[in-house]
C-alpha cells in the first residue's frame, strides 16, 4: 500500500461513517447510494464524491522533519437541483474542515484540515451539478530521508 493510498481511503471512510455518503472499496453502487470514488467521477450512480490529491499544499514538504502538506479535492456531483450538490459539500466540510491531530482509520496522521476552494463547476454532459472543493492537509508523512 502507498501512503497516497492510505490517506484518500481513510478520509473515504471518514465520509462514510459520518454518513455523507457510501463509501464501498469494490466500488459497486446502486442507483440509490452517494458513492464515495477515489481518482475520478464513475458513470454511476448519478450521485457521487471523488477525492484526489493534486498538489503541494502552502507549507510545502519539510525536508527534514515528516511534515508535509498535501491538498485534497472532493469533486460532487447530483442530479437535477444545484442544492443537492451543495447539500453534499456542506456535509464533506462539516466532517473535514478543521480536523486536527486525528488518525484517520488507514493510519494517516492528520494534523490540520481545511478548505481553501469553492469552484461550482455547472453541468456535465447529462445535466448533472458539479462541484469541487479543495482541502490543505497538514499530515504528518514519513519518508526515506525523514525522521
Known sequence: MSWTRDLLTGFAVLLADA????????????????????????????????????????AGDDVEQTDSAVQMQVRMRAMTDPRVVDDIADGVFDTIHGLANYTLS??????????TLIAPLGR????????????????????????
Not at 455518503?21 to 450521485?47: E, M, R, V
Open 106 to 115: 488507514t493510519g494517516v496522521f492528520v494534523l490540520l484540515a481545511r478548505r
Open 19 to 58: 454518513g455523507v455518503a457510501t463509501w464501498n472499496p469494490s466500488g459497486a453502487y446502486s442507483d440509490a447510494q452517494t458513492a464515495i470514488t477515489i481518482g475520478g467521477l464513475p458513470a454511476k450512480p448519478d450521485t457521487a464524491l471523488a477525492l484526489a490529491v493534486y498538489g503541494v499544499g502552502q
Open 124 to 147: 456535465d454532459a447529462t445535466g448533472r451539478w458539479e462541484r469541487a472543493d479543495s482541502f490543505d492537509l497538514s499530515v504528518d508523512r514519513p519518508s526515506t530521508h525523514r525522521t
